[in-house]
């Protein structure tokens, strides 16, 4: 069963940095795409950045391009998202998310996603 959880959310300033984390286990990712998607309230859930584990391919939403990184850690089986020059509409729950079925370039849309973390609250104030 495959499991992913998220971490390193919380409240910050306009312009500040944050690190998410997604620990993911229960079989190796080297054959998956993972995500970052994210939900604001009343508002769809949004495709951030997502990677294909074994070859280092990123895609990123043009909101957030220049201003966030995804990266992952094989040893640590865990996905990254460094925030930076965070701004007050990044404010969402940020989910992560792997795609058993990888595509170039990386899927963009949830419902190609297979599994889900329970998500991380990021708030950014003005």
């Known amino acids: 069963q495959v499991q992913l959880v998220e971490s390193g959310g919380g409240l910050v300033q306009a312009g500040a940095s944050l690190r998410l984390s997604c620990a993911a286990s229960?079989?190796?990712?080297?054959?998956?795409?993972m995500g970052w998607f994210r939900q604001a309230p009343g508002k769809e859930r949004e495709f951030v950045a997502g990677i294909i584990w074994s070859v280092n391919n990123t895609r990123y939403a043009d909101s957030v391009k220049g201003r966030f990184t995804i990266s992952r850690d094989n040893a640590r089986n865990t996905l990254y998202l460094q925030m930076s020059s965070l701004k007050p509409e990044d404010t969402a729950v940020y989910y992560c998310?792997?795609?058993?079925?990888?595509?170039?370039?990386?899927?963009?849309?949830?419902?190609?996603?297979?599994?889900w973390g329970q998500g991380t609250q990021v708030t950014v104030s003005s």
């Open positions: 229960g079989r190796t990712f080297s054959g998956y795409a």
């Open positions: 998310a792997a795609d058993a079925r990888i595509t170039f370039p990386v899927a963009t849309m949830a419902y190609e996603y297979d599994y």
